[in-house]
């Protein structure tokens, strides 16, 4: 129901997933009913008598001598993400894991920028809270999405590896990058499934209390941190270049690391991003 039963300056429109396959012919209907001039005068729609009986109890009990019966027949416009084209739509959270694979490996040399790393990871957690994919298999989407994150970080931010084929005149060695990332970029995608499944699609974009907020967060950067831990030992371990080294040169910030190591700064880095994500 696009309409709901409150008046349009108090509507909190909630507009469901299924209308995204549609969402061109939403809009172009939507400005259709305008008409060429302008919005012609609202027509209205008539509560059930239900609901229309208790406002009228409301208001007889608040002094309110004429409570609002009806409702404008034109929901506000929908909102702009809406009306974009629908292989946008498809193709910007896969543009999104991208862009949080590349800005993580600006936190590394030869770049050294790592303050990227305090919101290198928001667009792969809006790729996956908000993206608009059918519900139907979306933790594997979620899981997809990471991988391809992972798969851009670790190629780049160990590309230097390819210059082995050179020195031991090998051409398979010259892959090397891709191979260790088509293994190591499991682990950003068990991470993206795991937010996925920590906030639910029909939550994605609803986050009520504060210490409910805090808790998706903490136990976010909770995994992510515990998977890092994991890539340090398992197959013998590969732990170059976690997230919380890339702060190697703010000395005021890694002062917690003679307590909690570099585990502390990843966990820190991690939440910082998802707060960022929930708060904005």
Known sequence: NYFGFRSRSQAAWAWPSSVAAGAPKLCSSWMARQGPVGRSAPRTLK???????????????????????AIDAYPPPPPAWLCAPNWLISVWPWLAAISSGVLLALCFAPWKLGGCAWFAFAPLICAVWFHRFPARHSWLRNALLGYVCGVTFYTITFSWLSSLGILFENVWLRGLPLLLAMYLGLYP???????????????????????????????????WTILEWVRGWLLSGFGWNSIGTALNQDLAMIQIADLTGVAGLDWMVTFANLMAVIIV
């Open 189 to 223: 995608a068990v991470w993206a499934w795991f937010i996925g499944w920590l906030v639910p699609r029909s939550e994605a974009r609803i986050f009520p209390t504060s210490p409910r907020n805090l808790l998706t967060g903490a136990l976010g950067a909770s995994a």
């Open 47 to 69: 509560r059930p008598s239900s609901i229309r009986d208790r406002n009228a109890r409301k208001a007889n009990a608040s002094g309110v001598s004429n409570p609002r019966g």
